[in-house]
Every structure is written in C-alpha cells, then in structure tokens.
C-alpha cells in the first residue's frame, strides 16, 4: 500500500508531539520496515525542516535525512502544480499535498487534519484509522 504521509504526521514522530506520537510513529514505522511504501510531498520537506529547526535547532537536517531514507519524495512536476490550483480544496497547501498523493498513486493521505482534505481526489485518514483499517 502507498501512502502519502503529511508533514503534521512526520513532525509528530521527529518532535515527540504527545498525544501524537505513539499513532504517528507506528505509522512511520511501517514505512521504515516497508510494511507500507511511506511518500512525502516534496514541499512538506522544506515545511518539516521550518518547524524542527525552529523547536530543535540543527537536529532539522537530520531529521529529514533519516527520514528519507525509507519514506520517498513524490514525484511532482509543474502539471502538478496546475493540478491542485484547480482542486476545489481552499488551502493550497492541502492542495499540493493531495496533487503529491495522486502523483505517486497513493491510496491515502495520513494526516491529522482530515477535514481539510473533504474534497480530495485521495481519501484521507488519521494515524490512528490508517492503522485500525491495516488491522481488519
């Protein structure tokens, strides 16, 4: 299964974010042991580098190479970007993530906002439903 991890779900993991974490790192532990193929969008990078670098200082840099070591970058090119300006989702932010989510055909995006992708061509589902459904 492919899956799109938003930045909130990886910064839970590299930040400690409590009450988050425990969901949050399973999640990202799958994609380590490759239980799942783990996929961020290439924006949520430099997002997740802003805000650990900020909480953690010089520990940003390695956490985003930790991290890509087993989740992948989405391959996203300027059609892409063409296509979330035309979602009618009202962050583009959350626009581009799910443009990134279809961009690598993944079958959902794990995330802890999920009301904001309401309109999303890419079902989204919290840490915490993504695992219940990998249980049943």
């Known amino acids: 299964m492919r899956v799109l991890l938003d930045c909130n779900v990886l910064l839970d993991v590299g930040l400690r974010r409590m009450p988050w974490f425990h969901d949050s790192s399973t999640v990202v532990r ?30 940003a840099r390695e956490l985003i190479a930790a991290l890509i070591r087993f989740i992948e970058v989405a391959p996203v090119a300027h059609a892409d970007m063409e296509y979330a300006l035309g979602l009618e989702m009202s962050d583009l932010e959350d626009a581009m993530q799910a443009a990134a989510a279809v961009a690598c055909r993944a079958s959902r995006i794990v995330t ?3 009301r904001h992708f309401k309109h999303s061509p890419v079902p989204a589902v919290s840490p915490a439903e993504f695992l219940k459904t990998l249980r049943s």
């Open 30 to 59: 799958l994609a380590q042991r490759r239980a799942v193929t783990g996929f961020v969008a290439w924006h949520s990078v430099a997002n997740v580098h802003y805000v650990a670098r900020r909480e953690n200082g010089a520990e």
């Open 112 to 114: 802890r906002n999920t």
